[in-house]
């Protein structure tokens, strides 16, 4: 596949196909894909770059991942991750509704199909964005980022709480770090999947014997101190 102009392709067999955006100039690609979403063809490029050392604003951060925020860090903010793919949910759920009765490969069905493939390219779309904008930002601005090693598999064997984790993405996020750390010269440090950071208060080091999901404030019966169960947690990763 060779760039013959700013939005021009060459593509074997099939020849020359136009591009709605415009290429750079001078990319020498190693790999490209052609894919398929929904009813639209994309076309990606895969090319070497060097590693960018940005500035650090924070030396070290803990993140702590969940399911009512997607990340709470030490340093006191919170992501809440993608809420509006919740209101794309109960639209996808209508036309999937409407789609069960169409006669099997009539115009309607067909529309229909396309318009649901549409709505689930739309949904992965802003859900794969804000987990890239999320990653750059610790990666760019945190010289060391904690994180937890989440058994994800094991966790979306609950029912009740699957959907919400794979809503969350956190392998996706986990493996975003990896490569998005190294690229702009930070460390990313993941912590075994037992150390009970939930558990543990970050002051005192005192354990509690068990934590239950429901409760969202964390309370010392030693030291006496009180605060949000995710930021605990994320203070609690940040001292590894």
Same mark, same amino acid.
């Given at each position: 596949?060779?760039?013959?102009?700013?939005?021009?392709?060459?593509?074997?067999?099939?020849?020359?196909?136009?591009?709605?955006?415009? +290429?750079?100039?001078?990319?020498?690609?190693?790999?490209?894909?052609?894919?398929?979403?929904? &009813?639209?063809?994309?076309?990606?490029?895969?090319?070497?770059?060097?590693?960018?050392?940005?500035?650090? +604003?924070? &030396?070290?951060?803990?993140?702590?991942?969940?399911?009512?925020?997607?990340?709470?860090?030490?340093?006191?903010?919170?992501?809440?991750?993608?809420?509006?793919?919740?209101?794309?949910?109960?639209?996808?759920?209508? +036309?999937?509704?409407?789609?069960?009765?169409?006669?099997?490969?009539?115009?309607?069905?067909?529309?229909?199909?396309?318009?649901?493939?549409?709505?689930?390219?739309?949904?992965?779309?802003?859900?794969? &964005?804000?987990?890239?904008?999320?990653?750059?930002?610790?990666?760019?601005?945190?010289?060391?980022?904690?994180?937890?090693?989440?058994?994800?598999?094991?966790?979306?064997?609950?029912?009740?709480?699957?959907?919400?984790?794979?809503?969350?993405?956190?392998?996706?996020?986990?493996?975003?770090?990896?490569?998005?750390?190294?690229?702009?010269?930070?460390?990313?440090?993941?912590?075994?999947?037992?150390?009970?950071?939930?558990?543990?208060?970050?002051?005192?080091?005192?354990?509690?014997?068990?934590?239950?999901?429901?409760?969202?404030?964390?309370?010392?019966?030693?030291?006496?101190?009180?605060?949000?169960? &995710? +930021?605990?947690?994320?203070?609690?990763?940040?001292?590894?």
């Amino acid at each position: 596949i060779k760039i013959i102009g700013e939005t021009q392709i060459q593509v074997p067999v099939i020849g020359i196909l136009k591009t709605y955006e415009s +290429l750079p100039s001078g990319l020498k690609p190693k790999t490209v894909t052609i894919s398929r979403k929904a &009813d639209r063809w994309f076309i990606s490029f895969k090319i070497e770059t060097d590693i960018e050392s940005t500035a650090k +604003l924070v &030396d070290i951060v803990g993140v702590d991942l969940g399911i009512l925020n997607l990340a709470v860090l030490s340093t006191g903010e919170v992501f809440c991750g993608a809420k509006k793919t919740r209101q794309l949910q109960k639209k996808l759920e209508r +036309l999937q509704w409407r789609n069960r009765h169409k006669q099997l490969r009539s115009k309607n069905w067909s529309d229909s199909n396309i318009k649901i493939a549409r709505l689930h390219n739309q949904i992965a779309n802003i859900r794969t &964005d804000y987990l890239h904008k999320l990653t750059t930002y610790l990666a760019k601005n945190h010289g060391n980022v904690v994180i937890e090693d989440l058994n994800v598999s094991g966790m979306l064997s609950n029912h009740k709480l699957a959907k919400a984790i794979s809503d969350g993405g956190f392998y996706e996020l986990k493996r975003q770090l990896e490569y998005k750390c190294q690229l702009y010269g930070s460390k990313l440090i993941v912590v075994d999947r037992w150390f009970p950071s939930s558990k543990t208060c970050n002051c005192c080091g005192d354990k509690k014997e068990s934590l239950s999901l429901n409760e969202r404030v964390f309370e010392c019966s030693k030291c006496g101190w009180i605060g949000d169960r &995710d +930021l605990n947690a994320a203070l609690n990763l940040e001292k590894i």
